[in-house]
């Protein structure tokens, strides 16, 4: 039902447009006694063989929502609602701005992507924290706050103005990420320099820890597909050494070539982050490359082309603890999760792992990258 609504309705709209409809729906279904109960019942049951723990939360499931779908963490209960096990809401700013000129999101249909140059649009720090400190939740589900530079602010400036996001946002975190990857944000990526980003991630985490002192709010950070083989293994490196809690791997790609994109031409040209189907295999071998470099000490978070319950899998057993998706989700409509989590459910079923936490990471730990029949010895 939802392929028709989006061929007869969405696909016709403009891509921002059509989001803040169906968003808007969303939160008002979640709004409203009765309905709301019924929506999370039917799209969202839980499978008790799919609960994890991570990043010191228990977790219904591994597969949440990727931030840039609630920049303002206006819809948190409508995303629980429809079984998003984790929601990471942003990117958020020290200061509100108003993101590129649009038009600055496009569907790539035949390519199951988008290309966004959003440019972190939101209402900032101060404003999406207040919201937080107001809300009363309807539905479990952990929360992850994604913080930015703001573009206005120069680059000398960059981790004060992380500091002025982390100081207000962490309180209401389950955990704070921190975002040097995005395309749409001039000089944005040159954070992930080693040289950079360990005094910012130093300073985050003091920042987050003068703020909230009667828990240690877990910080990550996230990265992009595009990095050299070496500056990952340099980023791996850095997160052990700082003791970060996890890595993000990974954001959209400046790449269009190499990609087997099919899309015309006058879309794969525009500039701004491809996310979706074309980014998973790259975004798969950072996963890789992070997990062989950190092992378990670290959390690893998957995200980047995850469509299917069989990509999840594959990020699971490549080393991922938690997958998160987005553009599946505005292609697939909100039964997406229930898939996903049926599939994984299966998946489970089916392999030598009792738990998902022994599937974490399995492809290493055997020469011929098999994994342990952890069923049949028990």
């Known amino acids: 039902m939802y392929g028709l609504l989006f061929r007869t309705l969405f696909a016709r709209m403009d891509p921002e447009r059509a989001h803040h409809l169906a968003f808007s729906w969303i939160r008002a279904a979640a709004r409203t006694p009765v309905v709301n ?36 963490a206006e819809g948190i209960d409508g995303l629980a609602m429809l079984g998003f096990d984790h929601v990471e809401v942003g990117t958020v700013t020290g200061r509100a701005q108003p993101g590129n000129p649009r038009k600055r999101l496009f569907r790539l249909v035949q390519d199951r992507a988008l290309i966004n140059r959003m440019g972190f649009n939101n209402e900032g720090s101060a404003a999406v924290a207040a919201r937080l400190a107001a809300r009363r939740p309807a539905f479990r589900t952990t929360l992850g706050v994604n913080i930015g530079k703001t573009k206005a602010v120069p680059e000398a400036e960059a981790v004060h ?29 040159d954070l992930q320099a080693t040289e950079h980003l ?24 996230k990265i992009a597909p595009d990095l050299a083989d070496e500056d990952v293994d340099a980023v791996a490196d850095l997160a052990l050494e700082l003791g970060l809690d996890g890595i993000i791997a990974t954001n959209t790609t400046i790449a269009r070539e190499g990609l087997g994109l099919t899309s015309p031409a006058v879309l794969t040209a525009e500039t701004g982050g491809l996310s979706g189907a074309p980014v998973a295999d790259r975004s798969l071998q950072v996963l890789r490359r992070l997990h062989a470099r950190v092992g378990d000490r670290i959390t690893l978070i998957g995200v980047g082309g995850i ?19 987005y553009t599946a989700f505005l292609y697939e409509g909100p039964c997406w999760m229930r898939r996903m989590h049926r599939g994984l459910a299966a998946l489970l079923e089916a392999s030598p792992y009792a738990t998902l936490a022994e599937a974490v990471g399995a492809e290493h730990r055997t020469p011929d990258g098999g994994p342990h029949d952890r069923k049949a010895a028990a």
């Open 37 to 72: 109960t019924l929506t999370a019942a039917v799209l969202a049951p839980r499978h008790k063989a799919l609960r994890v723990e991570a990043l010191g939360r228990r977790m219904h499931g591994p597969v949440g929502l990727a931030a840039g779908f609630d920049k303002n």
């Open 161 to 189: 103005d992380y500091v002025t996001s982390a100081e207000a946002l962490a309180p209401h975190a389950d955990y704070l990420v921190v975002n040097v990857s995005s395309p749409n944000t001039p000089g944005l990526r």
């Open 198 to 221: 360990r005094p910012l991630l130093t300073a985050v985490r003091e920042a987050a820890d003068r703020a909230v002192t009667g828990r240690r709010v877990p910080l990550l950070v």
């Open 307 to 325: 469509t299917t319950p069989e990509d999840a899998w594959r990020r699971i057993l490549a080393g991922a603890t938690l997958v998160q998706g």
